[in-house]
DNA sequence: CCGCTACTATGACGGCTGTCATAGGAGTAT
DNA sequence: ATACTCCTATGACAGCCGTCATAGTAGCGG
């Protein structure tokens, strides 16, 4: 996640930011609020007075920037694309956790997921904080398959099937330290996908 | 996870289970201690004398434990369908998780997933035994596509697609509250799945 | 009875956590 | 200058964490 987006922004946004990057490594447990105000450089004493919510509110913040962030990749992943495929949109959001991979070694996971595997059952806030970000991540990838001719009515399905999976892919290439799961869903699903676009101008056959 | 399992074992045995139990729930940084021996209803001293390893330990055999009865858990599932397909198999896996969820209202996660989540950058061991658990759960997935006549090349990438697509479904499901990802990824994955048995006594056309 | 092993009991320790109380500094409008 | 708002600084608090030290009990072979 580009810290370029963030750099210049105020404390406050710092923080939110920080939040997310420091649960993606260790998760919601092992992220203390005073760890977030090093890794930002921020006072800690503007804690309290953004974050009146706690950690709580300030995870939930993270949570729903993670999914901001998700959603604005995707635009730009079919924006950069001269010939839109699905399976050209999955291998490229696939190819963003196996760039980090290889770059840095050891991939950190997604903060959404790490917010619900940490507060799933405790806390109701975050737990819809990240099905919020799960639908805001949703709607871009499924708005941009049906502008490749995927019906409606299944591009919601598959843009649902391609996040659990890259999510899934994700947990086991962490796991393994290596980007072999990931690539290898990639390369399984693609056809699928592509096989689910209306073809224009001719009936497929049978 | 049937506690029958367990339940008559020794001490040992029972807090591993505990210990897996809870970090469904909470995560591994949520789950201290002195609640796996309260949940297991096991002497506290035998911590340290069981686990002299500390909770690292505890963890990492709470994680051998999940893979070991997911791997039962598939061989169960294939010894009990009559006309064995990948689609029934995937949806067996699937429905495992949709009907805690439907039980219990809320559902707990998969435990490997969050020892990857909190510990894969802190642990290396755990990471490592994350990556076993996961392959123990890869390998009979893929020795039960082998038997449906699925080309051996394929077996083991897919078996890597359905575990990825179950655990990234199981979040969203987490997140949402609802069932909703889990059944989809079924709905949508079952027929590419069919789609690798290679047709016996029948060549496929083109 | 002794000695040995396997297991349990319990209390304490240092460290870290999120949160709060309190106070200080800047900027600005009146 | 006053007063007010926005932001920052800092120290303290209670609580939980994993770990360890120490002592205890049960069982059994000698």
Redesign the interface.
């Known amino acids: 996640m580009a810290a370029d987006e963030v750099s210049g922004r105020g404390p406050r946004e710092r923080m939110v930011f920080s939040a997310a990057q420091l649960m993606r490594?260790?998760?919601?447990?092992?992220t203390g609020m005073r760890d977030v105000v090093a890794h930002a450089g921020a006072p800690r004493g503007s804690l309290q007075h953004y974050f009146p919510g706690g950690k709580e509110q300030l995870v939930n913040e993270a949570v729903g920037w993670a999914g901001r962030y998700a959603a604005g990749r995707v635009a730009r992943f079919v924006a950069g694309m001269a010939e839109p495929t699905p399976s050209g949109l999955f291998a490229a959001m696939v190819r963003q956790w196996t760039d980090e991979l290889e770059a840095v070694g050891?991939a950190?996971?997604c903060p959404?997921?790490?917010a619900?595997?940490?507060c799933?059952?405790?806390s109701e806030s975050t737990?819809t904080a990240?099905?919020a970000?799960?639908a805001a991540w949703t709607g871009p990838v499924a708005r941009a398959l049906t502008d490749m001719n995927v019906p409606p009515a299944?591009a919601e399905?598959?843009a649902?099937?391609m996040?659990?999976?890259?999510?899934?892919?994700l947990?086991?290439a962490?796991?393994?330290?290596d980007a072999?799961?990931l690539t290898?869903?990639a390369?399984?699903?693609g056809?699928?996908l592509d096989g689910a676009v209306a073809a224009v101008g001719a009936v497929d056959r049978g």
């Not at 490594?25 to 092992?30: F, H, I, L, P, S």
């Not at 996040?163 to 892919?169: L, P, Q, R, Y």
């Not at 962490?174 to 330290?177: K, P, Q, T, V, Y």
């Open positions: 490594r260790g998760g919601v447990g092992a050891a950190s996971g959404v997921a790490a619900v595997v940490d799933a059952d405790a737990r990240a099905a970000a799960f299944r399905a598959l649902t099937l996040i659990s999976t890259v999510e899934g892919a947990l086991m962490r796991a393994e330290g072999r799961a290898t869903v390369r399984e699903l056809p699928l």
